[in-house]
């Protein structure tokens, strides 16, 4: 898959420079352009070909709603995330009614930018992987909500006896984020907040089931590091 396009629309030079940087960070991604105003982001969004875009609200010729507007009006596909000190009730509400997907309120750390990131590119490669989708897939996959409790129970019993669902698509969720990543079962027992002797069980049955492919890498002394990701 190739890398998810962002384009930056920020008036400040140090915020468009910091969103950079932890773009940089970030697996997945590239910064395809960036503008400073509204009208420079309406002629550069189409050229671009941009996924997503980081947008201000706060513009020396407008706000960043405006923008989100005419891009609805013209129907661009594209999706939008609000980077903002603007704090206003009304504010939050009418970005998510034109259709942004978060809102991150300046100052902001850096593990909530990485959040936001990565939950739209596990959106992102969920909604490529299939033409047709039913509701448990949407569900499951696009809106994070849990399966029927009683229906999970027999999930479970189908998955393994000792191991739980749960924590199976808990692994799921954390390697897909980290798509087309080398992963150790330390690094995705951190990220999946569990125990490392755990993510391992899980891991075997993901390889026994094909879905994890396991690349061991040799050091100079001791055991092969067993580096873990999921399969296209």
Same mark, same amino acid.
């Given at each position: 898959m190739s890398n998810i396009k962002v384009f930056i629309v920020e008036d400040d030079p140090m915020v468009k420079e910091i969103n950079t940087r932890f773009l940089e960070k970030l697996e997945g991604f590239t910064v395809v352009g960036d503008a400073s105003s509204i009208e420079e982001a309406k002629d550069k969004i189409i050229k671009a070909k941009a996924d997503l875009?980081?947008?201000?609200?706060?513009?020396?010729?407008?706000?960043?709603?405006?923008?989100?507007?005419? +891009?609805? +009006?013209?129907?661009?596909?594209?999706?939008? +995330?609000?980077?903002? @000190?603007?704090?206003?009730?009304?504010?939050?509400?009418? &970005?998510?009614?034109?259709? &942004? +997907?978060?809102?991150?309120?300046?100052?902001?750390?850096?593990?909530?930018?990485?959040? @936001?990131?990565?939950?739209?590119?596990?959106?992102?490669i969920e909604l490529r992987k299939v033409d047709n989708m039913n509701q448990d897939y949407i569900d499951q996959y696009i809106l994070k909500i849990n399966a029927n409790p009683i229906e999970e129970e027999v999930q479970e019993k189908e998955l393994c006896k000792g191991l739980s669902l749960k924590t199976y698509n808990k692994i799921i969720d954390y390697m897909t984020q980290k798509y087309e990543e080398y992963l150790t079962a330390e690094e995705i027992a951190q990220g999946s907040g569990l125990a490392r002797v755990t993510a391992r069980r899980y891991l075997e049955k993901m390889s026994e089931e094909g879905k994890v492919e396991i690349n061991q890498e040799y050091g100079k002394i001791g055991r092969p590091t067993n580096y873990y990701i999921l399969k296209k």
């Open positions: 875009i980081l947008l201000d609200i706060f513009l020396p010729d407008g706000k960043g709603i405006d923008l989100l507007k005419w +891009i609805r +009006i013209k129907e661009i596909n594209i999706d939008t +995330i609000l980077i903002t @000190a603007d704090k206003c009730k009304a504010s939050v509400d009418e &970005a998510f009614k034109y259709g &942004a +997907i978060d809102y991150l309120i300046k100052p902001f750390k850096f593990e909530r930018f990485k959040e @936001a990131l990565y939950n739209y590119k596990s959106r992102f």
